[in-house]
């Protein structure tokens, strides 16, 4: 007798959940920042941009915004996985995200990544508002100063020109 169809479904996404999380084994790993934004993801090989370097898988979805949860849509927030959920924001991000077939985020490289290097993706290309903390501790040369969502972007911001945005929020911006 052959498998039924939703038995087969269902171990083809568990294997695909199983290589996820080999390939984030593989690109990056977690460490201690030694600064006072804790721990971070850094990239445990060199990348080019597009590659993908985190592969986003949800943890559980939540009701409201937590400092760690993931914008997906309007009123949509979801905690991910580690690594994705330790990756720090910054102002002048490496990675941008993008939509993936687990209904959470990959995390692409939109320049080159040198192997040692943090990760970061910028936090207000998929939160609205932003709570928690106030002061942006990213140290870049653009910093924005706070810590604020995409409400709080100029309209002409490289990221939501370049369309790194959330598509929820890329679409706003264009309506
Ligand atoms: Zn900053």
Redesign the pocket.
């Known amino acids: 007798m052959s498998t039924p169809i939703i038995n087969k479904r269902v171990s083809i996404l568990r294997d695909d959940v199983a290589c996820a999380k080999q390939l984030n084994a593989r690109n990056v790993r977690v460490l201690n920042t030694g600064s006072d934004r804790g721990h971070g993801v850094f990239a445990s090989r060199d990348f080019l941009p597009g590659e993908i370097v985190i592969i986003g898988l949800i943890d559980r979805m939540v009701r409201n915004r937590t400092t760690n949860s993931f914008q997906m849509d309007w009123n949509v927030h979801a905690l991910f996985q580690k690594p994705a959920v330790i990756v720090n ?4 991000p490496k990675l941008a995200i993008v939509p993936n077939r687990f209904g959470a985020y990959d995390f692409v490289a939109i320049e080159q990544i040198s192997s040692g290097v943090e990760v970061t993706w910028d936090y207000a290309t998929s939160e609205f508002e932003c709570v928690g903390v106030s002061v ?5 040369d653009n ?3 706070e ?1 604020a969502g995409f409400s709080k972007l100029p309209r002409d911001h490289p990221m939501i020109v370049s369309g790194f945005c959330a598509p929820y929020l890329t679409k706003f911006a264009k309506g």
């Open positions: 924001h910054s102002c002048h942006c501790l990213c140290s870049s910093c924005r100063g810590a």
